[in-house]
Each structure stands twice: as structure tokens, then as C-alpha cells.
């Protein structure tokens, strides 16, 4: 884990226990701000195309940590759907699925 977070091997064996969580808690804010900045580039691109009306940013993208609820999801994508970006298929109910 250390390595793959970008860590020096020779470095690990020198951590504390506070020093390791402040690294990887560093790094997992890097890693979503990169997310973000990720998703406002595509979201700008979309923008840039006039293809359609692209929703706000922030109604299409939640921070870190908030969950929506399926309902504001489900109208998110009526609306994209009718913007123009395809036609709305809902997701199957979970009795379709064999789930009990």
C-alpha cells in the first residue's frame, strides 16, 4: 500500500504510525481532487460542444462523502435523457434481478 500510494520503501520503515496516516490521508485528498478535476474537464468539454443544455456541475457531481438519493438520481437522468443525450432506461427492480 505504501509504495502504490507513491511512498518510498526505504521511507517506510521510518514512519510512525501518525506520520503513515497523515501520508495516506494526504494522498487520498490528492487522489480526489484529481477525481475532481477530472470530472470538471469532462464537464466543461460536454459545455463546450453546445450539444445540449449540460446541467450545472454541482448537480451532476457531489462531494466526496455525500450519497443522493435514488429519486434525485433517477430525475438526473430524465433530464440529461431529455436534454438529448439518449433515451432513459430505468434500472431494473430488484425483483427483476432475483434479488429478494
Known amino acids: 500500500m505504501w509504495v502504490e500510494l507513491g ?16 501520508f495516506v490521508r494526504g494522498r487520498e485528498r490528492a487522489r480526489e481532487e ?22 450545472d456541475f454541482d448537480d451532476i457531481f457531489r462531494p466526496t462523502g455525500q450519497r443522493d438519493d435514488p429519486a434525485r ?6 433530464t ?3 436534454t438529448g ?5 430505468p434500472p431494473p427492480s430488484s425483483s ?5
Open 7 to 22: 511512498g518510498d520503501l526505504d521511507a517506510f520503515w521510518r514512519q510512525t504510525p501518525k506520520t503513515f496516516s497523515i
Open 34 to 55: 484529481e477525481s475532481r478535476r477530472a470530472n470538471y474537464q469532462a464537464w466543461l468539454t460536454a459545455r463546450l460542444t453546445g450539444f445540449a443544455k449540460v446541467p
Open 73 to 78: 438520481m433517477e430525475a438526473t437522468a430524465k
Open 80 to 82: 440529461i435523457a431529455a
Open 85 to 89: 443525450w439518449g433515451e432513459y432506461t
Open 96 to 100: 427483476e434481478n432475483g434479488a429478494v
